[in-house]
């Protein structure tokens, strides 16, 4: 089946851990992307990739870091400086019309 | 940065009225979508629309673009009770290059339909 994969479902950060969720597609798609949601609200963007090797800051980068190493993957780690990391995150790609996964809920113990 | 306000934030209706939602924007755009998602999932595309449409239809779904009013709207008919989610509205941006596929989502409107 053609997809995207988001694992884990679920994850739990301790103060000062870096987690990283990760996000798998078979779709060739050249461009992926990372969205967060909270509760209640819409989804705000944290990085892109248009290409291998190459990635872009979304509208809140701050405490995130990503990799594009290969076309399949893109990789999210949530790093110690996001302070306010509790929130469901959304992998997506394509062009213009959107695939998503099915998302991982990110809490702090 | 939030693009789109939808409105109504929640609707609830009976099971074989049409629901309809609306998006405004304040942007330039290439294109409006319409998505839609369930609790605890992705979200799954139902529509586009590009800027030089003005109406557009896919099966239950009508969907109107009102460019100079910077405004869309997203009508279900007849609707079922498996039509409950919440239905965001995202839209693409009128540039080219780095910018193409990057949407930015409003902040939903959740639909509650009854049987």
């Known amino acids: 089946d053609g997809g995207i994969t988001q694992s884990p479902k679920y994850l739990f950060r301790k103060e000062g851990q870096n987690v990283t969720l990760s996000c798998e597609q078979n779709?060739?798609?050249?461009?992926m992307y990372w969205y967060r949601q909270d509760p209640g609200q819409g989804l705000r963007l944290i990085y892109y990739?248009?290409?291998?090797?190459?990635?872009q800051k979304g509208d809140i980068a701050e405490g995130y870091s990503v990799s594009r190493e290969k076309k399949e993957s893109f990789p999210l780690t949530v790093t110690s400086a996001q302070k306010n990391p509790t929130a469901f995150y959304l992998c997506?790609?394509?062009?213009?019309?959107?695939?998503f996964g099915s998302g991982t809920q990110l809490s702090v113990l | 940065s939030q693009q789109g306000e939808e409105d109504p934030q929640a609707l609830s209706i009976q099971e074989g009225e049409n629901a309809t939602m609306n998006c405004s924007y304040k942007?330039?755009?290439?294109?409006l979508q319409w998505y839609r998602q369930n609790s605890g999932r992705g979200l799954v595309h139902l529509i586009l629309?590009?800027?030089?449409?003005r109406e557009k239809h896919s099966g239950r779904l009508r969907v109107t673009l009102d460019t100079s009013k910077k405004s869309s709207s997203l009508l279900i008919t007849a609707s079922r009770a498996a039509d409950t989610a919440s239905y965001f509205c995202?839209?693409?941006?009128?540039?080219?290059?780095?910018?193409?596929?990057?949407?930015?989502f409003g902040q939903g409107t959740i639909l509650t339909v009854h049987p």
């Open positions: 997506a790609s394509g062009a213009g019309k959107l695939f």
């Open positions: 779709l060739n798609h050249d461009a």
């Open positions: 990739s248009q290409i291998v090797n190459d990635f």
């Open positions: 942007t330039s755009i290439n294109n």
């Open positions: 629309i590009r800027s030089n449409e």
């Open positions: 995202a839209t693409g941006p009128n540039a080219g290059g780095t910018s193409y596929g990057k949407l930015t």
